[in-house]
C-alpha cells in the first residue's frame, strides 16, 4: 500500500477528542499514533512528533474560546522519511470537515500544513520521550467541557 493511501484512510477517520479513559482517540494523538505504526508495517520510516500550541489561536468560535481552562496544547503529528528526508504529515482533520477547516491532502512528497499554529516545535527525541499519555490525561481534567463541545461542532459540520 502507498504511503499516500494510508495517510487518507488514517485522516479521514472523524476527528473525536477522547473525553474519558474508554473514549475513542481519534484526535491528532490518536491518529498521528495511528498512521505511524500503519506506515512503519508498510516498511516506511517514521516517527511520531510533537509540537506546542495554543488553542487561543485556532479558528473557533467565542462561546468554545471561553471553556479554555488550559491555552497550552501538545498538537501530536508525523513524520515519514521519503527521497531520504523527513516529512511532515498532520491526519487530524478528516475530509467531512473540508470547507470550514484546514483539511490537508498529501501529495506523497511534501510537508502538510499542521492543524494548528506551532508555538515551539519538540525535537524528534524529545518527542519520542514525552509521556504523552499522562499529559493528554491532566489536560482533559482541564479542558473537558471545552473537548465535548469542539465533538459536538464537528459532528454537526459532518452532518452539514
Given at each position: 500500500m502507498q504511503a499516500t493511501e494510508l495517510f487518507v484512510i488514517v485522516r479521514d477517520i472523524p476527528y473525536h477528542i477522547p473525553t474519558s479513559a474508554h473514549d475513542r482517540d481519534a484526535c491528532c494523538h490518536g491518529k498521528s499514533e495511528l498512521l505511524c505504526k500503519l506506515l512503519q508495517a508498510y516498511g516506511f520510516s517514521a516517527r511520531l512528533m510533537l509540537c506546542t500550541f495554543r488553542w487561543s489561536a485556532l479558528p473557533l468560535p467565542e462561546e468554545l474560546k471561553k471553556l479554555i481552562k488550559n491555552d497550552h496544547g501538545l498538537h501530536s503529528y508525523v513524520e515519514v522519511k521519503q527521497g531520504g528526508r523527513w516529512i511532515r504529515l498532520d491526519p487530524s482533520l478528516?475530509?467531512?470537515?473540508?470547507?470550514?477547516?484546514?483539511?490537508?491532502?498529501?501529495?506523497?512528497?511534501?510537508?502538510?500544513?499542521?492543524?494548528?499554529?506551532?508555538?515551539?516545535?519538540?525535537?524528534?527525541?524529545?518527542?519520542?520521550?514525552?509521556?504523552?499519555?499522562?499529559?493528554?490525561?491532566?489536560?482533559?481534567?482541564?479542558?473537558?467541557?471545552l473537548y465535548q463541545k469542539i465533538n459536538t461542532l464537528y459532528e454537526r459540520i459532518r452532518l452539514g
Open positions: 478528516d475530509a467531512g470537515l473540508r470547507g470550514k477547516l484546514p483539511v490537508v491532502d498529501w501529495d506523497g512528497y511534501s510537508n502538510t500544513k499542521l492543524a494548528v499554529i506551532p508555538e515551539k516545535m519538540v525535537s524528534p527525541s524529545a518527542s519520542q520521550k514525552m509521556r504523552l499519555k499522562s499529559i493528554l490525561r491532566a489536560d482533559l481534567k482541564k479542558n473537558k467541557k
